[in-house]
């Protein structure tokens, strides 16, 4: 009995050792919007945070609802780029493309493709000139010019004394008219501002 007892200890102690030196991460799922500030650096609750200010106050815009009325038509707006300007890498394509999303869900404007895809769309275009049926080919020279560019930037301010330091993120967007070179539209968010902590051992 007394065997019996010692082999059974002796398998728990090995399974325990085993599962302590697992090189598994141990995975937790949380909802979306909880927030977890692990760095420091920027995170999605950052992202969030920016995009809600910057879309609500580029669709309650009085300029926009008077160009909108002017216009008699919803703008076309073109998505450039968002420089991060920050210390730190940031994939600002997150920016852009949530308030791409947002903006154009708001039924107050149009998108047109720019960048890789509208490479991949023209080049598309042009395979069919060859391949395609004449009846289904897509035109050439049809394509949808575009009102305005929607560009920004990130950018960081840092101060550091000790083992402490402040991140504030300030993050631009504007909508400029591409015939005249007129602002529509521009605002900056600078709510992001963090008090970092390092420990000692990591100085």
């Not at 999605?44 to 879309?55: E, F, H, K, Y």
Request: charged letters at 25%.
């Amino acid at each position: 009995m007394k065997t019996v007892l010692k082999t059974l200890f002796a398998s728990a102690l090995v399974l325990a050792l085993f599962a302590s030196c697992s090189s598994n991460p141990k995975v937790t799922r949380v909802d979306a919007s909880t927030q977890t500030d692990l760095s420091g650096l920027w995170n999605d609750t950052d992202v969030r945070i920016v995009c809600d200010s910057l879309i609500k106050t580029c669709l309650d815009s009085p300029r926009v609802t008077a160009e909108i009325a002017r216009r008699g038509r919803l703008p076309t707006i073109l998505v450039g780029s968002f420089k991060n300007d920050s210390d730190e890498h940031i994939d600002t394509s997150i920016i852009s493309s949530t308030m791409e999303v947002a903006i154009f869900n708001s039924g107050k404007a149009d998108f047109v493709a720019g960048g890789n895809t509208r490479n991949e769309v023209r080049a598309e275009r042009q395979d069919q000139q060859g391949n395609a049926s004449e009846n289904t080919a897509a035109a050439l020279s049809n394509e949808t010019g575009a009102d305005f560019l929607l560009t920004g930037a990130v950018k960081t301010i840092i101060d550091r004394a000790g083992g402490t330091s402040t991140r504030t993120y300030f993050v631009t967007a504007e909508l400029t008219n591409i015939e005249t070179n007129a602002r529509m539209w521009m605002d900056q968010n600078s709510e992001i501002k963090k008090v970092i902590q390092t420990p000692k051992s990591k100085l």
